[in-house]
C-alpha cells in the first residue's frame, strides 16, 4: 500500500484513520486522495494553506478523463470538510470549485443473440483433457452466471459449494457491494448446467474439502484475471472486439464482463416491453434480483432500450462526428 508523502501526509493519514473508525470503506476515497497528495509532491507545494485557485490549478492540471477528475475534486473536498471540522482550514477552498461537464456514457449492450453466441463460444473452449476439464467447465459455469443472473464478476468467483441451493434452484449471494446479502432464483436451464456440474464436479474430485463452487484445482477457486480472459476470448471468439470510444461527448465503451450484467437488465427490461407490460413497473422486482440498493439505480438502464438503439446512437455519433 502507497504511502502519502506531501506536507498533508499527517493529515490525510489522520482522515483516514477517521474514516476506518466511523465504518467506512477507504478503498474507494485512498486512491484518489493518494492521486492529490502526489500532485502536491510532484508541484513540490510548501506547507501553506492552500487557497481556491490551487484548486482551479489542480483541475486544469488533471489529464484525466472528466469522471475521474470529479471523484478527485470530490474526495479532497471531503478531506477539507475533515480539515475545518479539526480546525485547520476555516473554511474549505473547494467549496466553490465546479466539477468538470462529464461525458455521457453509453455501455455496451449485448443482444439476446449475441449473449448466446457468447455463452457457446465459452463452452466450446471447454478442453476435454481431464486435468482441463473441471477448471474449463467453472469457467464457463461463471459466464453462464454473468450473463443468465446478472451478477457482478466478483460475485460467481466468491460463491461456496452450499451457496447454490439445488433443491430450491436459487443463489445465495453473500456480502456483495454495498455489503448487502441477497437470495435469487436461476433459470431452469441454467438450475439444469449447475447440476450436471456439480455431477462432474462431484466425479473428479471427490471428496475434496475445496469450499468454492466454481474451481481452479483443489485448493483454489476461480480468479478475477482468470474469468476476464475468459471473457474477452470469447468476444474476440465470436467477432465483438469494440475498443472504447469518445464521440463528442459521448462515451461507447468497450465489451467488459460487467456490459453482460447491462445486458441481462436491458434486456429483460425489453422482454417486460415487449409482452405489454410497462418496464418501469418491474424496476423494483428487477433492483432486488440485481442487489440495488434503491430501485432509481436500476432505472438508468431504462436509457438503453436494446442493443440496436444503442448502435444507432453510437452510428448517429460517428456521422456527426465526420460531418465535422
Given at each position: 500500500?502507497?504511502?502519502?508523502?506531501?506536507?498533508?501526509?499527517?493529515?490525510?493519514?489522520?482522515?483516514?484513520?477517521?474514516?476506518?473508525?466511523?465504518?467506512?470503506?477507504?478503498?474507494?476515497?485512498?486512491?484518489?486522495?493518494?492521486?492529490?497528495?502526489?500532485?502536491?509532491?510532484?508541484?513540490?507545494?510548501?506547507?501553506?494553506?492552500?487557497?481556491?485557485?490551487?484548486f482551479?490549478?489542480?483541475?486544469?492540471?488533471?489529464?484525466?478523463?472528466?469522471?475521474?477528475?470529479?471523484?478527485?475534486?470530490?474526495?479532497v473536498?471531503?478531506?477539507?470538510?475533515f480539515?475545518?471540522?479539526?480546525?485547520?482550514?476555516?473554511?474549505?477552498?473547494?467549496?466553490?470549485?465546479?466539477?468538470?461537464?462529464?461525458?455521457?456514457?453509453?455501455?455496451?449492450?449485448?443482444?439476446?443473440?449475441?449473449?448466446?453466441?457468447?455463452?457457446?463460444?465459452?463452452?466450446?473452449?471447454?478442453?476435454?483433457?481431464?486435468?482441463?476439464?473441471?477448471?474449463?467447465?467453472?469457467?464457463?459455469?461463471?459466464?453462464?452466471?454473468?450473463?443468465?443472473?446478472?451478477l457482478?464478476?466478483?460475485?460467481?468467483?466468491?460463491?461456496?459449494?452450499?451457496?447454490?441451493?439445488?433443491?430450491?434452484?436459487?443463489i445465495?449471494?453473500?456480502?456483495?457491494?454495498?455489503?448487502?446479502?441477497?437470495?435469487?432464483?436461476?433459470?431452469?436451464?441454467?438450475?439444469?448446467?449447475?447440476?450436471?456440474?456439480?455431477?462432474?464436479?462431484?466425479?473428479?474430485?471427490g471428496?475434496?474439502?475445496?469450499?468454492?463452487?466454481?474451481?481452479?484445482?483443489?485448493?483454489?477457486?476461480?480468479?478475477?484475471?482468470m474469468?476476464?480472459?475468459?471473457?474477452?476470448?470469447?468476444?474476440?471468439?465470436?467477432?465483438?472486439?469494440?475498443?472504447?470510444?469518445?464521440?463528442?461527448?459521448?462515451?461507447?465503451?468497450?465489451?467488459?464482463?460487467?456490459?453482460?450484467?447491462?445486458?441481462?437488465?436491458?434486456?429483460?427490461?425489453?422482454?417486460?416491453?415487449?409482452?405489454?407490460?410497462?418496464?418501469?413497473?418491474?424496476?423494483?422486482?428487477?433492483?432486488?434480483?440485481?442487489?440495488?440498493?434503491?430501485f432509481?439505480?436500476?432505472?438508468?438502464?431504462?436509457?438503453?432500450?436494446?442493443?440496436?438503439?444503442?448502435?444507432?446512437?453510437?452510428?448517429?455519433?460517428?456521422?456527426?462526428?465526420?460531418?465535422?
Amino acid at each position: 500500500m502507497k504511502n502519502f508523502e506531501s506536507f498533508l501526509a499527517p493529515q490525510l493519514n489522520e482522515f483516514i484513520a477517521y474514516r476506518q473508525n466511523l465504518g467506512y470503506a477507504i478503498k474507494p476515497i485512498r486512491p484518489r486522495l493518494l492521486c492529490f497528495d502526489r500532485y502536491l509532491k510532484d508541484k513540490k507545494i510548501e506547507p501553506a494553506v492552500l487557497p481556491p485557485s490551487f484548486f482551479l490549478e489542480l483541475r486544469n492540471n488533471l489529464k484525466m478523463e472528466p469522471m475521474t477528475i470529479n471523484g478527485i475534486l470530490s474526495a479532497v473536498r471531503t478531506f477539507f470538510n475533515f480539515m475545518v471540522r479539526t480546525d485547520c482550514y476555516t473554511a474549505n477552498p473547494l467549496r466553490d470549485i465546479p466539477p468538470v461537464p462529464e461525458h455521457s456514457f453509453a455501455p455496451f449492450i449485448f443482444s439476446p443473440e449475441q449473449t448466446d453466441q457468447l455463452i457457446e463460444a465459452a463452452c466450446k473452449r471447454i478442453r476435454k483433457e481431464q486435468k482441463y476439464y473441471l477448471k474449463d467447465l467453472s469457467e464457463y459455469m461463471a459466464v453462464l452466471l454473468l450473463a443468465r443472473c446478472g451478477l457482478r464478476i466478483k460475485e460467481p468467483l466468491r460463491l461456496q459449494l452450499h451457496h447454490y441451493r439445488c433443491r430450491e434452484k436459487s443463489i445465495y449471494i453473500e456480502k456483495t457491494k454495498f455489503n448487502k446479502d441477497r437470495l435469487i432464483p436461476v433459470p431452469r436451464s441454467v438450475a439444469a448446467e449447475l447440476d450436471n456440474y456439480l455431477t462432474v464436479r462431484s466425479a473428479l474430485m471427490g471428496e475434496n474439502q475445496n469450499p468454492y463452487l466454481f474451481v481452479r484445482n483443489k485448493q483454489e477457486g476461480l480468479s478475477d484475471p482468470m474469468l476476464r480472459f475468459i471473457f474477452h476470448r470469447a468476444v474476440h471468439d465470436i467477432g465483438l472486439d469494440r475498443p472504447r470510444q469518445v464521440i463528442g461527448h459521448m462515451i461507447f465503451a468497450s465489451p467488459t464482463p460487467h456490459s453482460l450484467r447491462h445486458s441481462f437488465a436491458v434486456n429483460t427490461l425489453k422482454r417486460v416491453k415487449e409482452r405489454g407490460d410497462c418496464p418501469q413497473h418491474a424496476l423494483p422486482v428487477l433492483a432486488v434480483y440485481m442487489g440495488h440498493r434503491i430501485f432509481q439505480y436500476t432505472a438508468k438502464y431504462l436509457k438503453f432500450v436494446d442493443a440496436e438503439q444503442r448502435q444507432g446512437l453510437f452510428d448517429f455519433a460517428l456521422s456527426r462526428k465526420v460531418d465535422i
